[in-house]
């Protein structure tokens, strides 16, 4: 069975003190790990897509990085606007995307 | 359409009562995704389908719950004789194929009370 585990569950930054978010999975035949942004009261908003170990991708704040166990969100010096639900899923051979509980991130000013 | 569209937005409903959800997935995309997600909880699959064929439903939590999908477009999940806990946010994805593994885009979702 396809097992997806995000840590912490919660998470409190000063503006501008860079973390990082952990999404450990256990999926036979990884096909693609997934990361979302979620706002309250909206769906998932995508991020990133990672196929393979050692592959990482950026956008604005945010980098994604992939290893056979588990894959990295880093953010560096987070605003504010950053403070969301971090979701992330694996799917692997069955095709269907299992996802995580979430890191909630709180960014103070 | 530029995104997934879901209707209604919020259902409230009678227990006992059925009700229809509707998810508009993006045009040309073959795969569509149906999930569930609780207060406080990480998204349940309920089912997905690749065409018009639901090739696994083994999410769905009881015989009160089917999909549909016509036209390789939009998908119907039809909850019979509704409980309180079905109440959640009902999402929905779809992505161009579930098989090339490309990543999955949600609507809103249906907010669904059951009082």
């Known amino acids: 069975e396809d097992q997806v585990t995000q840590s912490p569950e919660a998470l409190r930054l000063q503006e501008g003190e860079s973390s990082s978010l952990n999404c450990s999975y256990t999926v036979s035949g990884l096909r693609g790990l997934f990361w979302y942004r979620q706002d309250p009261g909206k769906g998932p908003e995508f991020l990133f897509t990672l196929y393979s170990a050692g592959e990482e991708k950026e956008k604005e704040r945010l980098k994604a990085t992939l290893t056979k166990k588990e894959s990295f969100l880093h953010i560096t010096a987070p605003k504010p606007e950053d403070s969301a639900t971090y979701l992330c899923?694996?799917?692997?051979?069955?095709?269907?995307?299992?996802f995580g509980r979430g890191t909630s991130l709180i960014v103070h000013p | 359409g530029a995104g997934v569209s879901q209707s209604p937005s919020n259902k409230v409903t009678e227990k006992g009562k059925d009700v229809e959800l509707r998810c508009d997935p993006i045009?040309?995309?073959?795969?569509l995704y149906w999930y569930r997600q609780s207060l406080g909880q990480g998204l349940e699959f309920l089912i997905y389908?690749?065409?018009?064929?639901?090739?696994?439903k083994s999410g769905l939590p009881s015989d009160r719950f089917s999909a549909e999908r016509t036209g390789g477009s939009v998908s119907t999940l039809t909850i019979q004789r509704t409980q309180q806990e079905d109440s959640a946010v009902y999402l929905c994805a779809s992505s161009l194929s579930a098989t090339e593994n490309t990543e999955a885009f949600f609507g809103q979702g249906t907010r669904l009370t059951v009082v």
């Open positions: 389908f690749q065409g018009n064929s639901a090739p696994d």
């Open positions: 045009s040309g995309h073959t795969a």
């Open positions: 899923a694996a799917a692997g051979g069955s095709y269907i995307p299992t």
